[in-house]
T-cell receptor, first 114, second 110 residues
Framework: EAEVAQSPRYKITEKSQAVAFWCDPI?????LYWYRQILGQGPELLVQ????????DSQLPKDRFSAERLKGVDSTLKIQPAELGDSAMYLC????????????FGPGTRLLVL | QQQVKQSPQSLIVQKGGISIINCAYE??????FPWYQQFPGKGPALLIA?????SEKKEGRFTISFNKSAKQFSLHIMDSQPGDSATYFC?????????FGQGTILTVHP
């Protein structure tokens, strides 16, 4: 069964450093999402891509976060500089437009900022 | 508003019992209501979903009951098993955008 791939699974960094997360969606899924999940809470959408275009980044802290999906396939989420409050699980999901629009989530990247 | 309110925050059930999680929403533009199950250290996975034109959907031990006029829906897990212990999220979806509830931590004791 096709799955969303994410790497790394775990990342420990010091504040003010730069970190990057990678996501490879299910083949053929045009829509890609990045979420942040703080421990004990539900995921919150950071950015949504349709192919290579950003369709919603209203909740993305643009002063330090950036996301790209240059060829409309895999995607990278970057944080620079990282802050203590960025410690969270970063989840990637993908879906096919139309139909049920079910989102399929990857295993996530757990970030710890020291 | 796109808020989805979920209760209870945590739930403890004995093996074989019924687990019930409730959700209420405000955004009438929601057109799809999935439930996701998340195990520790894993991403959420779709468990079951319903459209607002259906009042109930059952898949195995899992049933969604939907009350459109009250803007409420619930998940029932029959014959709960220790393997069902996880965090459950209800969501509302509008134009493909998920709005998650706060989550319910379910613990099923053997």
């Amino acid at each position: 069964e096709a799955e969303v791939a994410q790497s790394p699974r775990y990342k420990i960094t010091e504040k003010s450093q730069a970190v990057a997360f990678w996501c490879d969606p299910i083949s053929g899924h045009a829509t890609l999402y990045w979420y942040r999940q703080i421990l004990g809470q539900g995921p919150e959408l950071l950015v949504q891509f349709q192919d290579e275009s950003v369709v919603d980044d209203s909740q993305l802290p643009k002063d330090r976060f950036s996301a790209e999906r240059l060829k409309g396939v895999d995607s990278t989420l970057k944080i620079q500089p990282a802050e203590l409050g960025d410690s969270a699980m970063y989840l990637c999901a993908s879906s096919q437009p139309g139909g049920e629009e079910t989102q399929y989530f990857g295993p996530g990247t757990r970030l710890l900022v020291l | 508003q796109q808020q989805v309110k979920q209760s209870p925050q945590s739930l403890i059930v004995q093996k074989g019992g019924i687990s019930i999680i409730n959700c209420a929403y405000e955004n009438t533009a929601f057109d799809y209501f999935p439930w996701y199950q998340q195990f520790p250290g894993k991403g959420p996975a779709l468990l079951i979903a319903i459209r607002p034109d259906v009042s109930e959907k059952k898949e195995g031990r899992f049933t969604i009951s939907f009350n459109k006029s009250a803007k409420q829906f619930s998940l029932h897990i029959m014959d709960s098993q220790p393997g069902d212990s996880a965090t459950y999220f209800c969501e509302g979806t509008s134009y493909g955008k998920l709005t998650f509830g706060q989550g319910t931590i379910l613990t099923v004791h053997p």
